[in-house]
């Protein structure tokens, strides 16, 4: 057997933002060395200069992408990835996430931490892994890609960023700052709970090759049209096992036990980093093994994958009622969000996949903004990020206390917030499928999920504050609430125009 390399289809200028990402990562390392460049501050606007940079490209690729209608094909590099709008979508969103744990850096990692260079190495990394998980077109290429940024957030979630030094050792523990501790403790769980979840994910894989003779997903899509023995156990198996991997990324239940310790436990950036980066990564995968690869086996997959979808919704909010933390509180807000955005998979139609796209969009101002505040709020100890700093916030910092107010009413699905629309959209395609219990139930959920998003904003306007401490803030972390604050009404009010972009996006 010989290798055939194709070298016609090696388009470079559509990897073009991932490598100049990985250019970066490996300059904030070198400046890493010098003395001089070791600080927060030039690392961060090293790293923000090369996303900006990735992100504008992106833009400029989104037009060149082949779509559906002009019939060109969007493999390249010998099928193992995919050039389309797509991807190119998704790109945008992780670098948007991205900027917010880089500018974060006003406070992480401290000054005395010896891996401040590698904190915006990882970040970078992670970006990378994620754009090409969105572009693969070869399930070798996606576990490889999955690899690179989960074991890079393994890495982060650890890294003591807020008071370790980056050099702490197990036997240290009765020496340590609780926060030290929480995030050694997030990272030993994302590590073990990911690694059977990467396991798993790779023998579906295996057993989906067995099956098909083929790792391509689009290969995988044409066979089971044409050729029946293809629809065999050995798929059958593998196509559940490669979804409980992925299910465990974007915290579906029952695979979301590891989110709220890991969440609360991980350096605030690296939360709200996370919150939507892992969940439109895997979601970018998830779109395409169902909507490209296995849209014929619907009849098999779609009766447990709208099971999965509602109990995720109703566990994630009802969990949520009863955390006051707000990192954890948060974290089963995602968990619910999770199952909401599987909704358009099950629909299983380019309105589907559209309003997937669309939902992230908002999800990611929402989320983003409301980050952006805890961080700004964030204390010290076990309570630093309690629910209760958040009292008589509308009376110290009023602009401040609007704007998670506006988070929260998005979350929620409050008109005429972009939030109402993201799950709007996902409701209208499953109904046009069909699926008008599920819209049902996404409803009740959505119901019980008010009572933890109103607490918030009663504590703000309601409640006097306990505490007097200053609240730190950044012009970095000022201008993603102010941004975050404007996309949500803009959208809200004009949604129409991102879900065309959505649908001029759709995979093929």
């Known amino acids: ?29 070198l400046m890493g060395l010098l003395k001089t460049f070791n600080n927060n501050s030039y690392l961060s606007k090293a790293s923000s200069v090369g996303i900006l940079t990735a992100l504008v490209y992106t833009f400029y690729l989104w037009d060149l992408a082949p779509s559906i209608s002009d019939g060109t094909s969007p493999a390249m590099f010998s099928g193992s990835l995919l050039f389309d709008r797509f991807s190119q979508s998704f790109n945008i969103i992780f670098l948007l ?57 393994y890495i982060l979630c650890g890294f003591s960023a807020k008071h370790g030094k980056g050099t702490e050792q197990p036997g240290d523990a009765q020496h340590l700052d609780w926060e030290t501790l929480a995030s050694q403790e997030s990272t030993v769980k994302y590590l073990l709970m990911g690694a059977f979840a990467s396991a798993i994910l790779v023998y579906g894989m295996a057993l989906m090759y067995a099956g098909t003779g083929t790792t391509e997903i689009r290969e995988i899509g ?16 593998g196509m559940g096992l490669m979804f409980c991997g992925l299910a465990f990324k974007v915290s579906l239940v029952p695979f979301h036990a590891w989110t709220p310790d890991v969440y609360q436990g991980a350096p605030t950036p690296i ?101 952006a505040v805890v961080y700004m709020l964030e204390g010290e100890g076990e309570q630093s990020n309690s629910i209760n700093r958040f009292k008589g916030l509308a009376k110290r910092k009023p602009y401040l206390a609007a704007a998670m107010s506006l988070f929260m ?10 939030g109402f629309f993201g799950k709007l959209y996902v409701f209208v395609a499953a109904i046009k499928q069909g699926y008008v219990l599920i819209a049902i139930l996404a409803v009740v959920a959505s119901m019980i999920a008010v009572y933890f998003y109103l607490r918030v904003i009663a504590m703000m306007y309601f409640q006097e504050g306990e505490s007097e401490e200053a609240i730190q803030t950044s012009r970095g972390m000022t201008a993603i609430v102010a941004v975050s604050c404007v996309a949500i009404l803009t959208i809200g009010l004009f949604p129409s125009k991102l879900m065309q972009l959505a649908l001029a996006s759709i995979p093929f």
């Open 271 to 371: 939360t709200g980093f996370m919150s939507v980066a892992t969940k439109a990564a895997a979601y970018s995968l998830i779109a395409r093994i169902f909507f490209i690869a296995l849209p014929s086996l619907e009849e098999i997959w779609m009766p447990f994958l709208f099971g999965i979808s509602v109990i995720t919704m109703l566990v994630g909010n009802t969990a949520a009622i009863f955390q006051n933390d707000v990192k954890r509180m948060l974290a089963y807000s995602g968990v619910a969000h999770a199952g909401y955005l599987l909704i358009g998979i099950v629909a299983n139609s380019q309105d589907g996949v559209a309003s997937i796209l669309f939902y992230l969009g908002v999800y990611l101002f929402m989320n983003i903004g409301a980050f």
């Open 97 to 153: 996430m991205s900027l917010f744990a880089v500018m974060a850096a006003v406070r992480y990692p401290k000054p005395n931490n010896e891996n401040k260079a590698e904190y915006f190495c990882l970040v970078l990394m992670t970006v990378v892994g994620m754009m090409f998980l969105a572009k693969s077109g070869n399930m070798i290429t996606a576990f490889i890609s999955l690899e690179i940024f989960s074991i890079s957030l």
């Open 409 to 418: 009413l998005s979350l929620a699905g409050f008109p005429p917030t972009a």
């Open 1 to 29: 057997m010989t290798a055939s390399i194709n070298f016609e289809d090696m388009n470079w200028q559509a990897i073009a933002p991932e490598l100049i990402l990985v250019l970066t990562a490996f300059t904030v390392l």
């Open 222 to 237: 044409r066979l089971l049209e044409t050729n029946p023995y293809t629809q065999n156990k050995l798929l059958y198996i």
